[in-house]
């Protein structure tokens, strides 16, 4: 965990006037207890904002792209992008576990990794930077670490619902979701999924819920089936 933040400012592409703001936005509340810090200076207040702001960037960013779709649709869309998965996933590929102030039992009981806790400081980060430099460099964040790859979060988002679709288009029989195993303390479980469709066994998926197994599991099966389709 960086005590110089400039590490974490490369990653995100973006230099703060103020690095106090990004320190708050890593900041869980279990180090703020831990060191006695005023609990104000924690994540939870620019996460807030943060949702405000990605709601408000993608929504703009939706109309724009797609001038033709109605409320409805665009609603859908944009919940597939700000789900906790996807949200989380960026935090990952921007390497927020490794950045994030936790304590120290927070920290060795798996906090770090969390889909929920990773969700939230996607979005207190974006709450620093629209706060430090406002509304351009909060939309490039979004735009660059988001909306850059919106084909797979849409498919990811929709998994289950489109594996099953391409399943009786093509009458390949009865999908079954199999829990092949279970790990970890109760308050930090990690479920493996595998798709079994008519018998046959397809993608694996795993991930903190065994909801989230099971989409991650769909959306292997469906990159799976596509790949073998196209090769047909």
């Known amino acids: 965990m960086p005590t110089d933040l400039s590490k974490v400012m490369k990653t995100i592409e973006y230099q703060f006037q103020n690095p106090e703001l990004l320190k708050q936005a890593l900041t869980h ?30 929504s703009h960013a939706l109309l724009t792209m797609y001038p033709r779709k109605h409320e409805g649709e665009l609603s859908k869309l944009r919940s597939s992008l700000v789900c906790e998965y996807c949200l989380a996933q960026c ?21 770090a990794n969390r889909d929920a806790l990773l969700c939230d400081l996607f979005e207190s980060v974006l709450g620093a930077i629209y706060l430090d430099g406002g509304m ?17 979060k849409r498919l990811f988002y929709d998994a289950k619902t489109n594996l099953q679709e391409w399943v009786q288009k093509y009458d390949m029989g009865e999908i079954e979701y199999i829990l092949l195993d279970e790990q970890g303390p ?32 769909a959306y292997n099966t469906i990159l799976d089936l596509k790949n073998k389709a196209g090769k047909k």
């Open 29 to 58: 509340s279990s180090y703020a207890n831990e060191r006695k810090i005023n609990r104000i200076q924690d994540y939870e207040r620019l996460e807030f904002l943060g949702d405000a702001v990605l709601e408000m960037i993608t």
């Open 186 to 217: 109760d308050h930090n479980k990690h479920f493996f999924v595998e798709v079994s469709i008519n018998g046959t066994r397809y993608g694996r998926g795993d991930g903190q819920s065994r909801k989230n197994a099971e989409q991650q599991a």
């Open 136 to 152: 351009e460099p909060a939309k490039a964040y979004v735009e660059k670490f988001l909306l850059s790859d919106m084909e797979n």
């Open 91 to 111: 935090a990952r590929e921007l390497h927020f576990p490794d950045y994030v102030f936790l304590s120290k039992g927070e920290r060795q009981t798996g906090g």
